[in-house]
């Protein structure tokens, strides 16, 4: 129950960073919104970390 849980808030915080990228992020070209889309779906918590702490600001 509690694996499900996690596994729910990664994905609402994974939509959530995706919306910002597709959203606010009108200087990036549209493959590179789909690598990061990719990549942040596949790499769940560790996607997540990365874009909110290292690129949000850079991008």
């Not at 990664?10 to 493959?31: A, E, M, R, S, Y």
């Amino acid at each position: 129950m509690i694996g499900l849980i996690v596994w729910l808030v990664g994905l609402l915080c994974c939509i959530w960073c995706i919306k910002d990228v597709w959203n606010n992020k009108k200087h990036l070209g549209q493959v590179v919104k789909i690598i990061l889309t990719v990549a942040l779906l596949a790499f769940s918590w560790v996607g997540l970390a990365v874009y909110y702490f290292v690129l949000k600001d850079r991008l």
